[in-house]
Each structure stands twice: as structure tokens, then as C-alpha cells.
């Protein structure tokens, strides 16, 4: 199917400016390390995965104007949007504090991003589907790297498995909204246009439990409260701070290209 084929489908179009935003943001936050990475092989590597979600964000977002038209663009979904209207995770816009709060974050993320991908692989839309097969490979190294990271610091020293710790803890709460479905996901399950990721919660659990145990970090993340309202457009204050850094010179000076 083409991107004329869901041209009229909001819902479709919300769904795939949510994948594009979610990953627009997490990128954003890791660009944020550059230069300040613990260690220099570590910064050119979160740079690199920044790089990553930056190309499969750019597919997202092209794939949605191609939806919207009306002279709609990657650039202006991306830098001309206001707050409200993005839909990404709450998980993803979280502050980067230290560099285990940093592994933790991306290890929730990149474990359900590999799951979601997998499952992009059998859907009906070939050019979600192709989207996915090219990320795929990028995705399978990022829980590469945040699950050795998240086992690494967990079973290391005293004060690296204290501050993973912590950092699980705190992040915890907003786990579990990428499971919880926006009124556009309903609609598309519904229309069996997508799959429901809680058809994969489970395996993806047994991942997350089974990288937890080896980094002696204790979460009982099956059971953890839900922050939910990103998907829907409502955010932390994390949100308008990031953006307005990430807007700042397209409003500036607007229809600026390098």
C-alpha cells in the first residue's frame, strides 16, 4: 500500500507522526551528550544512535506529509509544530541526568522499540513495513548497547549498582505508557491496520526481567504505575524546553537550509 492509500486516515497519520515524534525527541536528548560522554568511545556511540533515530524519524515524518500534503514536509512536522501537538512517549523526554539515568532510559525504550519493530516486519503497509526493515539492524544494537550497559553498571561497583538502581526507580513510571493505546491506536487495531503491542508485552518482559537479573537491579515493572498522556499531547515541562532548542532556528529564521 502507498501513502495515498491512508491519505484521509487521521488516525493513520497520528500513528506514524507518534513513531516519528518518539523517536524526533529520544534523538534530541541524546545529542544532548555530545562532547560530555564519560568516556570518548561512549560519546561517539550514543552520537551514532542519535544519528540512527534521526534517519528513521526523517522516514516517519516524510511518510506523514506524503499523507497530510497540503505542502506538508518532514522539516515542518519536525520544527513548526507546537507543543500539544506532539505525541511522543513521556519516557523519551525525560532529562538526561547522569549517564546511568541516560542507560536506563534508553534500555526501556530500545527493548520496546526492537518488539514494535519485529513487529512493523508483517504489516500490511509496505512502506511502514520497509521503514522497519531498515531499521531493524540499528534497533538490535541499541538494546546491544544499553543492556550491556544496564548489566555492566548494575552488577559493578557498589555506587554504580546504587545509582542504576535509583535511575530504574525512577523511571519506572513512565514504562509502561508505550503499552497503553491512544484513541488513534485503538482505531487502528481495530481496523487491523496495526498489531496492539500488548500482543508482545510479554516477550518483552521476559527480556527486560531476564537483563534486570543479570544487573542484580530489583523492578517490579509488570505492576508499575503508568504516566500516560504523551501520545495524546500532554506532556511533561520537559517537552517546551526541548523544543525550544530544537525549533529555535527554524523560527528564527524561517525556510533557512543549510
Not at 560522554?37 to 544512535?49: F, H, W
Not at 544519528?51 to 497530510?68: K, P, V
Not at 548494575?154 to 545509582?163: A, L, N, R, V
Amino acid at each position: 500500500m502507498t501513502a495515498t492509500a491512508y491519505q484521509n486516515n487521521q488516525n493513520y497519520i497520528d500513528f506514524i507522526l507518534h513513531l516519528a515524534d518518539t523517536n524526533l525527541i529520544l534523538a534530541q536528548r541524546l545529542c544532548e551528550w555530545c562532547g560530555h560522554g564519560p568516556i570518548l568511545e561512549q560519546d561517539i556511540a550514543m552520537s551514532n544512535m542519535a544519528l540512527d533515530l534521526l534517519g528513521q524519524t526523517s522516514n516517519y515524518y516524510d511518510y506523514a506529509a506524503e499523507m497530510i500534503g497540503n505542502g506538508a514536509t518532514e522539516d515542518t512536522l519536525a520544527m513548526l509544530r507546537e507543543e500539544r501537538e506532539y505525541k511522543n512517549l513521556l519516557l523519551v523526554e525525560l532529562p538526561n541526568g547522569h549517564f546511568g539515568d541516560t542507560v536506563a532510559r534508553q534500555f526501556f525504550y530500545d527493548s520496546y522499540h526492537y518488539f514494535l519493530l519485529e513487529q512493523f516486519l508483517k504489516v500490511k503497509d509496505l512502506k511502514l513495513q520497509s521503514i522497519a526493515e531498515k531499521s531493524f539492524k540499528e534497533v538490535k544494537y541499541h538494546l546491544k548497547w544499553s543492556s550491556e550497559w544496564m548489566i555492566r553498571l548494575g552488577d559493578g561497583t557498589q555506587e554504580s549498582h546504587d545509582k542504576i538502581q535509583q535511575a530504574v526507580n525512577d523511571i519506572l513510571p513512565y514504562v509502561n505508557e508505550a503499552f497503553i493505546l491512544a484513541p488513534y491506536q485503538k482505531a487502528l487495531v481495530a481496523e487491523g491496520l496495526i498489531a496492539d503491542p500488548n500482543e508482545f508485552k510479554a516477550a518483552w518482559l521476559a527480556k527486560v526481567n531476564e537483563v534486570l537479573e543479570e544487573a542484580t537491579i530489583t523492578a517490579d515493572v509488570e505492576n508499575a504505575f503508568a504516566q500516560k498522556g504523551g501520545k495524546d499531547g500532554i506532556h511533561t515541562e520537559h517537552l517546551g524546553f526541548i523544543l525550544t532548542d530544537l525549533q529555535y532556528l527554524q523560527r528564527t529564521y524561517p525556510n533557512s537550509q543549510w
